[in-house]
T-cell receptor, first 111, second 113 residues
Framework: SQQGEEDPQALSIQEGENATMNCSYK?????LQWYRQNSGRGLVHLIL?????REKHSGRLRVTLDTSKKSSSLLITASRAADTASYFC???????????FGQGTTLQVKP | NAGVTQTPKFQVLKTGQSMTLQCAQD?????MSWYRQDPGMGLRLIHY???????DQGEVPNGYNVSRSTTEDFPLRLLSAAPSQTSVYFC????????????FGPGTRLTVT
């Protein structure tokens, strides 16, 4: 079974609004990563948060991590139509080489 | 750098046929992985490798074989294709160690009839 589960599965908002996506996972991790996938393309890395970090920012992205609840959230502020994509969390348990992905959240930002 | 490349982009197979999906990276990454993506299922790990000569099974390895003879290449073999293997396949690579980001190829869309 997959490590990460994301919520909601789909999200539709207006341009300028904030979008929040949540990810829950099952086992202990070294770090958690978020990726973006535009329709028909490969995934692109957005941001990585280590298990000893609680919050991280990158431009309009804010990621939080709560290891006690085994959950993470991705906030995209002031969304744009170009943010329309699917977003995936992925967990890395350490030097195993494995990166396990969740099912993803499909975000639609309406102009 | 070309990054991670995959060939072919599209493939149609008949049930029972075999084929190899090619993946190559020019970033000297030790770690490489194969995923399949199906609607509503996200990405599921098929096989992965932590270096030349070392491979291991992921979440859904049945029906697929891999080998890693060089750092650059990580081919995925379907021995006897089944309709259930219709999917989009992504290859990915990353540097070894903790907290490294993964780079993805553009994907191969496979249909098995």
């Amino acid at each position: 079974s997959q490590q990460g589960e994301e919520d909601p599965q789909a999200l539709s908002i207006q341009e300028g609004e904030n979008a929040t996506m949540n990810c829950s996972y099952k086992t202990s991790i070294n770090n958690l990563q978020w990726y973006r996938q535009n329709s028909g393309r490969g995934l692109v890395h957005l941001i990585l948060i280590r298990s000893n970090e609680r919050e991280k920012h990158s431009g309009r992205l804010r990621v939080t991590l709560d290891t006690s609840k085994k959950s993470s959230s991705l906030l995209i502020t002031a969304s744009r139509a170009a943010d329309t994509a699917s977003y995936f969390c992925a967990t890395d348990s350490g030097n195993t080489g494995k990166l396990i992905f969740g099912q993803g959240t499909t975000l639609q930002v309406k102009p | 750098n070309a990054g991670v490349t995959q060939t072919p982009k599209f493939q149609v197979l008949k049930t029972g046929q075999s084929m190899t999906l090619q993946c190559a990276q020019d970033m000297n990454h030790e770690y490489m992985s194969w995923y399949r993506q199906d609607p509503g299922m996200g990405l599921r790990l098929i096989h992965y490798s932590v270096g030349a000569g070392i491979t291991d099974q992921g979440e859904v390895p049945n029906g697929y074989n891999v080998s890693r003879s060089t750092t650059e290449d990580f081919p995925l073999r379907l021995l006897s294709a089944a309709p259930s293997q219709t999917s989009v396949y992504f290859c990915a690579s990353r540097r070894p160690g903790l907290a490294t980001e993964q780079y993805f190829g553009p994907g191969t869309r496979l249909t098995v009839t």
